[in-house]
């Protein structure tokens, strides 16, 4: 079973910076592509950004491109979602899930486990 535990999340003003973190408890890890997610009130799930096994590609939304960055420590099985420059509209639960195969999809039916999420406020 595999266990994905975000934490991170907070409240911040508008142009602000959070760090989540998302720590995995199965030691197969560093052998998937992880994904972060992310829901705001009233709407649907939407693709924030995904990273490759190794690290070594990246894929974003274009809401956050620049903005954001993904990263990982398979030494820690731990993946991150750095947010830069937040605004309002960044407001959402945010949530990191696995791939199931290599590829960096935004697709929510390519990924299996799923954290509990972490909630992520920006205040104008």
């Known amino acids: 079973q595999v266990q994905l535990v975000e934490s991170g999340g907070g409240l911040v003003q508008a142009g602000g910076s959070l760090r989540l973190s998302c720590a995995a408890s199965?030691?197969?890890?560093?052998?998937?592509?992880m994904g972060w997610f992310r829901q705001a009130p009233g709407k649907e799930r939407e693709f924030v950004a995904a990273?490759?096994?190794?690290?070594?590609?990246?894929n974003y939304a274009d809401s956050v491109n620049g903005r954001f960055t993904i990263s990982r420590d398979n030494a820690k099985n731990t993946v991150y979602l750095q947010m830069n420059r937040l605004k309002p509209e960044d407001t959402a639960v945010y949530y990191c899930?696995?791939?199931?195969?290599?590829?960096?999809?935004?697709?929510?039916?390519?990924?299996?486990?799923w954290g509990q999420g972490t909630q992520v406020t920006v205040s104008s």
């Open positions: 899930a696995r791939v199931k195969s290599a590829s960096l999809s935004v697709s929510l039916t390519d990924y299996d486990y």
């Open positions: 990273i490759t096994w190794s690290g070594g590609r990246t």
């Open positions: 199965v030691l197969t890890f560093s052998y998937y592509a």
